[in-house]
């Protein structure tokens, strides 16, 4: 959850800015966090969640450096 949680702050900081990134990780780790401790959570969609960030950040990168090398 760490690793993700900072895979999303730098992708959201990168690409919005700092206050944003700040209120936005803070709001969905707390969300996270209560659905752990008061619902037992869902173990498979937390495991993937740093894939899933991670996958958004080279997404965001490819984006923005606009070169297209698989065409």
Do not use: D, I, K
């Not at 969905?28 to 495991?47: D, H, I, M, S």
């Amino acid at each position: 959850m760490l690793l993700a949680a900072a895979l999303g702050f730098v992708l959201m900081e990168r690409s919005m800015g700092l206050v944003p990134a700040l209120l936005g990780s803070t709001m969905w780790v707390l969300q996270a966090g209560a659905l752990l401790l008061f619902e037992g959570g869902n173990y498979p969609q937390e495991f993937v969640l740093r894939v899933q960030f991670a996958a958004l950040y080279l997404f965001w990168l490819a984006h923005r450096t606009a070169s297209n090398r698989w065409r």
